[in-house]
């Protein structure tokens, strides 16, 4: 079969796991449903060569695109993530003791948690059509996984109001608080959802005034209807965010209730053999999937590792990232490959920072240096959360 068959180009247009694109369930479903993109083959630099001007252009677009879009990986923070959340979602069908419900990914951002929820939910969503089928009993399209992301300052009402663009819900511009919450159970419900993803959680405005507000609606949501709800964000549990929702049935801003699950994070790390050993996954996997007419195997991990670790700090955002616009540049200027010389031109100023601030407390006590195959004195891995 060919890939036109399967593959729209026009998809290339979009990037994937944007706001926008995965803020309706349109959407949503386009990621969830279209076929994988294919990776461009790896031409040699003699078929690179030979391609004429329209073949080389449309060539560069595909690979841009692609290296653009690298992933997901299943590095094992996903699949831990992975695993709690099949977990809770699986038991939660199954009658018997009421499960838990609400689950918290909570980690400094560019570690992965939008990247490892959404692949969940994409693949939630596919199997639920597959199993039941694209429309509900009573005639609704079945949409079994609901996602939103907050922006700053987003208020309760907001809140609602993201739910009802989802759904694309005809009443989702006008209309009382209290009105846009019954729109939104009503969406919920209609169409069978059964898990409601918050993403950027962190942005939910509050004032003390709103703390009750907010628990009762996500109480009632949680405590009313058949729905998983998955938050992430950044600091949650700092800023008392999911201790909002008690899952007993009570109201009240209980501190004693059965609380969310929540999940955490890590960067990877290289202090020790199992680490080192993810970290070089990490690279032969991405190595995998990069696509340079001079690239050999081991371009990665035979030389770059240390320095990839320094630059990043183990962030896999900031990686994805260095790699990415490495091989833009190896394009552009016909390198064909990574060296450290070429990677060393590229900026990542936005992603290292998040990745430097995120890390100045672990990195406090330890010297960082490039040696990966030592381990660090003071290593401050006995206060960081181990992978769920
Ligand atoms: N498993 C993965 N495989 C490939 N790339 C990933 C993976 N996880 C994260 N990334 C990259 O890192 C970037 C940041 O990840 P994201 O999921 O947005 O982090 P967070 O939500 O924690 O801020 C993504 O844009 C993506 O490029
Ligand atoms: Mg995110």
């Known amino acids: 079969m060919s890939y036109a068959q399967e593959w729209d180009p026009a998809r290339d247009e979009n990037p994937n796991l944007d706001n926008l694109t995965l803020s309706r369930k349109e959407g949503f479903r386009a990621l969830a449903e279209s076929p994988l993109r294919p990776k461009p083959d790896l031409l040699t630099l003699q078929q690179l060569a030979a391609l004429g001007e329209a073949e080389r252009a449309a060539y560069e677009k595909r690979r841009r695109v692609w290296h653009a879009n690298l992933g997901p990986i299943k590095t094992p923070q996903l699949e831990a993530v992975h695993e709690v959340l099949w977990g809770i979602v699986d038991s939660n069908f199954q ?24 692949n969940f939910a994409l693949e939630y969503h596919r199997r639920e059509i597959q199993r039941r089928g694209a429309f509900t009993d009573l005639g609704h399209e079945r949409w079994p996984v609901c996602r939103i ?74 405590n009313q209807f058949p729905v998983t709800l998955i938050f992430i964000g950044v600091e949650l549990e700092k800023h008392g965010l999911y201790s909002l929702i008690d ?75 260095l790699i990415n616009r490495g091989c833009q540049r190896a394009a552009r200027t016909g390198t064909e490959l990574l060296t450290k010389k070429l990677l060393e031109e590229v900026k990542i100023d936005a992603a290292s920072k998040t990745a430097s601030k995120a890390l100045k407390a672990k990195f406090k006590h330890r010297r960082m240096n490039g040696d990966t195959t030592k381990d660090r004195a003071g290593d401050a891995s006995a206060s960081k959360n181990s992978a769920p």
Request: proline share 2%; charged share 25%.
């Open 95 to 118: 009658g018997g003791k009421k499960p838990r419900r609400v689950v918290a990914v909570d980690a400094f951002p560019g570690l992965g948690k939008t990247t490892a929820v959404m």
């Open 149 to 222: 992301g907050l922006t700053s300052n987003a208020g309760i009402k907001d809140f609602n109001k993201s739910i009802l663009e989802f759904y694309a819900h005809p009443g989702r511009t006008s209309g009382t608080s209290a009105l846009f919450v019954q729109r939104a159970l009503d969406c919920i419900l209609a169409c069978e959802t059964k898990i409601l993803i918050i993403d950027d959680l962190h942005f939910l405005k509050l004032t003390n005034k709103d703390d009750q507000e907010v628990s009762d609606h996500f109480n009632r949501i949680v």
């Open 247 to 321: 899952e007993s049935g009570d109201t009240t801003l209980s501190q004693t209730g059965r609380r969310a699950t929540s999940l955490t994070m890590v960067p990877f790390d290289v202090d020790n053999d199992q680490h080192r050993r993810q970290w070089r996954q990490l690279l032969l996997d991405l190595e995998q999937q990069i696509v340079l007419s001079r690239m050999f195997a081991g371009m990665l991990t035979d030389g770059l590792s240390d320095y990839l670790y320094r630059r990043t700090t183990g962030h896999i955002g900031s990686l994805v990232t």
